[in-house]
């Protein structure tokens, strides 16, 4: 890059001033001579390569002029020859201004790149000034700036430069674009890596904003953006943990590629640790150890939990206990135990866990808040309140995104402890923190509900009738569906119970009357989600589709679909194709005949914006054909 520029500033030197006398060649080679020390001073020094590539293409641009400046006043003609060649006075001002800024521009990339810039924390301040052409693009040359302190600053020099990256990308994509075309992924990943608690934390924010689409996230990802993170979530300080799980979200959201990479570290491992640090009781040794008064003062959640895990832990103690422990399911004359009750019943469950395992070492080591050898992180416990509600917050929505979709880290999670976290934070909220933990958690609990809607092993090992967990986490979602109250958590909680219709045994009846008194009189995306989920609880593909229907029909359900079908613009495919399974399922119902569904079906029949879909030209001609045989039979 540096071989072309020294030689054509030696060939100026040479042809301006060996047998001209001109003083404006005198200048040229002045000038010329300068610009050839710097670059072989460049050339001896390590530069940051982006900006160094574009400076010296201006350099060589500015030496071209001078040589053919130089080569008519160097000549091998003789004086008068010489005397009468055009060189036009007017040409040599110019030349000299490019090569002036040719030679401020080197010397701008040499302070850049030069470590012993920025010994001195009090020189951090300030920018070390602008090459000329950043008068073009002001931006490019700041980020420039911010980058090659990244690499040659102090430590406090380092953060500040990541901090101002961060500020970069948050204010425009096309921002974030060019910090990672100049590359400035690698030095925010190494100051992740070794940088201090602030440095960390910026570098750590400024990664996760620089992940706006996909192409973005795989050059991310090919700097290794995913295993810094993980032995990140790991170490301490708590913020720089919490910065590290709001910024996976971005890298999530972007790349399935991610999610992979995050599934084969100990990311969500670590993750979930952090959720569940203050959110349950830790069945470890740990805990049994240090079991006090203020210890035992548990919700009354937890409580029933441990409860029914001692039960189901008697009830089968042949087998290894390897369920999270969780329910809901107890007199509520008995939620607030006294604390010598609930030690003995811990202590029990643990005894238990003892016998069949031969060993109290849980199955998920609890996360101790520490950072063993490094000496850098607090005690948990000595943090503030406000770090730990974000860092569980932070931690539920970096789940969330992760789990979209991805069968191997919903196994992950639902392997864990996470469900019946999950069902805690949805009872309890984050203690008036405001980061939306509930919201995270409800998410998550939908996402993951979707992934095991079309799983049969995941159903099967997460949500079976006899887990404790799942039992915590559908009566979390059952009280807020019965409450109705239009929030942020409605609407996921109504999806994560319709995508759980498969794991309804026939005795539990407590689902479709809350989804049923939703059709009434709603919101539209309210009622529309209902009936989806509703939808699933009645197709051919649930196997309990007969009882599903009954109960539908008996919570009056045939009534608000008719209402639906003929006034809800928004939702009038979507109630035809739910009492067209209704139809086919029960058509013998008394409550069909008075709510007048066949004469709906007719109708329905007849509308072409409702025959043109697809599901309701497969469903609804037998559904009208099994209630007219019904109905005519019932008639007579």
Known sequence: MLAKPIQLADQVAKQAGWQCFRAECMDLRSRAEKLAALLRQAARAELYERPAARIMADTVRALNKAVGMAARCFQSHSRLRRFFTLNPVSGFPRTLALLDTAFEDVAWLLRISSPHADADD????????????????????????????????SLTARADAATNLAS???????????????????????????????????????????ARDEESVDKLLHAGVCSVFAAALKEPPMRVQA???????????????????????????????????????????????????????????????????FSVHQGSSGSPASEPPSSSEAPGSQQQAGKNQMQS????????????????????????????????????????????????????????????GHLGVCKSITDSRALLCFAVLLEKGDGGMGTSVQYYSAMAIMEICRVAEHSLALRQSAFKPSSPAAKAVVDQLLHIVSKGEYDDLLLPCITALG??????????????????????????????EAMLALTKFACNENHL????????????????????????????????????????????????????????????????????????????????????????????
């Not at 992740?192 to 750590?204: F, H, N, P, R, S």
């Not at 005690?379 to 929505?397: C, F, G, S």
């Open 499 to 528: 995508c759980l219709a498969r794991t309804f045994t026939a005795s539990e009846n407590r689902v479709i009357g809350p989804l049923v008194e939703l059709l009434d009189e709603r919101e539209p995306p309210i009622i529309k």
């Open 243 to 309: 910065a590290v799980a709001e910024a996976i979200p971005s890298l999530a959201h972007h790349s399935q590629k991610c999610q992979d990479l995050f599934a084969q570290t100990n990311a969500v491992r670590h993750l979930v640790g952090h959720l569940a640090a203050g959110t349950i009781q830790e069945h470890s040794r740990y805990y049994i150890a240090g079991t006090g008064s203020r210890n035992m003062n548990m919700t009354s959640l937890h409580s029933v939990v441990l409860a029914k895990t």
């Open 122 to 153: 009090d020189d951090d301040d300030g920018l070390r000034g602008l090459p000329n052409i950043a008068q073009n693009e002001p931006i490019l040359f700041l980020i420039w700036d911010h980058i090659a302190r990244l690499h040659t600053g």
């Open 545 to 636: 589709h007969v009882n599903h229907c009954k109960a539908i029909v008996d919570n009056g359900g045939a009534r608000h679909l008719v209402q639906l079908v003929y006034l809800g613009d928004e939702v009038q495919i979507e109630a035809l194709i739910l009492l067209c399974f209704i139809a086919l399922h029960v058509p013998e119902s008394e409550e069909l005949a008075q709510a007048g569904v066949l004469a709906v079906l007719l109708w329905a029949s007849k509308q072409a914006h409702m025959v043109q879909d697809m599901r309701v030209d497969a469903l609804l001609p037998d559904a009208k054909g099994r209630l007219e045989l019904f109905q005519s039979r019932a008639s007579r």
């Open 168 to 210: 970069l990308a948050r204010d425009n994509p096309h921002f974030a674009k060019l910090i990672i075309e100049e590359d400035g992924v690698a030095p925010l990943v190494k100051l992740l890596k070794d940088g201090t608690d602030d440095g960390q934390e910026a570098a750590a924010t400024a990664l996760g904003l620089l």
């Open 345 to 404: 019943v811990v202590q029990s469950a643990m005894a238990a866990k003892t016998k069949t395992n031969g060993s109290l070492v849980p199955p998920f080591r609890p996360q101790l808040g520490t950072s063993g050898s490094s000496g850098r992180g607090a005690v948990r416990e000595v943090e503030d309140p406000e770090t730990k509600a974000r860092l569980k917050a932070m931690a539920a929505r970096a789940l969330w995104k992760l789990a979209r």
